[in-house]
């Protein structure tokens, strides 16, 4: 099978399947080594960039999904209904960020960095499938140990973990809570559907 042949059957995948794609997946399905997969679905996102078209194709921690470029979003709200958006609490972002910077973190080093419980928090963050339990700590007890999800990358729009923001020490940002005031209503918003 040639290259433009694999980049055809990709895009038709991309576009039946919706969700983030795996490169082993797709390696598996074309019989080659996911670096040769790795390779044809990077050379066909650049394709895409080339040729200014209105979808896109975007990487998320080795994984592929197709989407529409970002500059197209203006008339998509334009024609579409926007979906219903639910705000995360200051309380579900604090822990969320610590989780992102900290992880693998337990609930105790949460709560410790806090202040306070984070119990509920917990809950609600994996209910949005934004982190996930890890495993279990080795320490006593064996708490379980959180980690944050590719659903989070891809509602922040991150690649990996590596794009986050470099922060100097997460735990004396989220004891200054000034630095929440600077954060405008909008930048709390993502397009979580309310269950």
């Known amino acids: ?28 399905l074309f019989n080659m080594p996911v670096a040769d997969m790795l390779h044809i679905m990077r050379e066909l996102m650049q394709d895409y960039e080339e040729r200014g078209s209105g979808l896109r194709i975007r990487e998320m921690d080795k994984s592929f ?62 209910a949005k499938n934004l982190i996930a339990e890890l495993g279990r700590s080795t320490a006593i007890g064996r708490p379980y140990l959180y980690g944050t999800t590719k659903e989070f990358l891809k509602l922040f729009g991150f690649e990996t973990l590596n794009d986050l923001p470099e922060i100097e020490n997460i735990d004396d940002l989220i004891m200054e809570e000034e630095t929440w005031e600077d954060i405008s209503p909008d930048q709390l918003t993502l397009p979580i559907e309310e269950q």
Do not use: H
């Open 1 to 28: 099978m040639t290259k433009e042949k694999i980049k055809s059957a990709l895009e038709s995948i991309l576009f039946v399947w919706g969700d983030p794609l795996e490169a082993k997946v797709c390696a598996e």
């Open 65 to 126: 999904q197709l989407c529409t470029a970002a500059e197209n979003d203006d008339y998509i709200q334009l024609l579409c209904t926007p979906a219903k958006q639910k705000r995360l609490s200051q309380p579900a972002l604090e822990t969320l960020a610590i989780i992102a910077y900290k992880q693998p973190v337990t609930k105790a080093q949460i709560d410790s960095i806090r202040g306070i419980k984070s119990d509920r928090v917990l809950e609600g963050l994996l």
